[in-house]
């Protein structure tokens, strides 16, 4: 093992941490903001504690992933100094746009949230929470945009082994973004859901509060019409890896030769004829690339190497993040048509809530190891390979020092974020003061 195998891995383990507040963040956020829309439009009091209980999530939430962030940037620096120099410019206008449009908007709004519960008008204060959820998401499109254009690379020029950038417009408006971004933003609402309904069923096994069971409802459409735009482009998604990712699609599908009417492996040993090609062109009969017969044209385009990814990784991650992702929106479906007509919720539909916690979640992360682990070994498609990315200057030791303390931080972080929420959701719904925004001065006392 040498320090490109261990800068990896404390890549790949920093940022799959990172992940799971991401999505939640940008979901739960948005749902926060619609609960306490309610409560402003009816104002129904159980919207008001149900907007205060699980905005404190939201934080909690929130707080951790800012702190898990910073650590991508402290390696970009450390361990891929030679991917910075050849990214830098391109990534410059992305990431500074995420940094002080979306997250100064989003960190700004959210503050005026936390502390304006008594101290600005309601309609002001229900804008703040909306402008921090809407910066969240737009967070989400500008680093997505910047990840799309590794699989992707437009709109930019290699000078003197750098890329250089010649048209944002074509970087931000880039087709695997304008795929990519609806895709992962559907599947946080997906997560939020989970999340939500996990709560929710954790308390409609103690209590019959109708505030848990609207809560529960409004989760339930919110992750089925999520799962229906994830799975709506995720489908556009497969027919862009078929034309600007063939390797990946063929890992994906352990496919090794070039085949018409490719077949969809559902496990090793069960296909379905054709259904491969499909997916990816509309076809029935269209050809589909394989890994060997790809492997053998990269070797003549680029020169000697293994172009081929993991292809046990992408394999089954590609269908874990299907299975579990469908059973998460197939528990919503379900949930829906059973309480059409009834305000109880089944004891066993609550407790098969519990399992939309941990079912989504497991989804994303499958997902983005397909997504990053199939790209290899390129960390720019086409331009810059995985090998040749890793900062030159660091040895094996400083790599396995930090991959140590971070992961020895991230552990203790794992049980500070679970003691947090644990004890904020044991703690209910019910013990939120009803504290209103204020419509003229009084005497502060904060939500937080």
Known sequence: MDALDLARWQFGVTTVYHF????????????VAGLQTAWHRTGNEQYLKLTKFFGKLFLINFAMGVV????????????????????????GAPLAMEALLAFFMESTFLGLWIFGWDRLPKRVHLATIW??????????YFILAANAWMK?????????????????????????ALAQVPHVIAGSFVVAGGFVLAVCGYWLLRTRAEMWRRAARAALVMTAIAGAVVAGTGDHSAKLMYEQQPMKLAAAEGLERDTEGAAFSVVPGLEIPKLLSFL?????????QGTE?????FEQQFGPGDYRPDGTVVFWSFRVMIVFGLATVGLSVLGLWLTRRRRE????????????????LIAVIAGWLLSEIGRQPWTVAGELLTASSVSPGVSLAEVATSLTIFTLLYGALAVAETVLLAR?????????????????????????
């Open 20 to 31: 799971l507040f991401v999505p939640l963040t940008i979901g739960l956020g948005i749902f």
């Open 345 to 360: 919720f089944p004891a066993w539909l609550s407790r098969a809530m519990l399992l939309a916690l941990p079912l989504p």
């Open 293 to 297: 017969d790809l492997q053998r044209r």
């Open 280 to 288: 990816s062109t509309n076809d029935l009969e269209a050809p589909v």
């Open 152 to 176: 992707h690379p437009v709109g930019y020029e290699v000078v003197d082994g750098k890329a250089r950038m010649t048209d944002l417009w074509a970087v931000l408006t880039n087709s695997t």
């Open 131 to 140: 402008a921090a959820a809407i910066g969240s998401n737009l967070s989400a």
């Open 424 to 448: 904020h959701v044991r703690k209910g719904a019910e013990e939120q003061a009803p504290v209103q925004a204020a419509e003229a001065p009084r005497e502060p006392s904060l939500m937080y």
């Open 68 to 91: 898990t962030g910073i650590v991508q940037e402290f390696q970009f620096g450390m361990n891929w100094s030679e991917y910075s120099t050849f990214v830098g410019d391109v990534f």
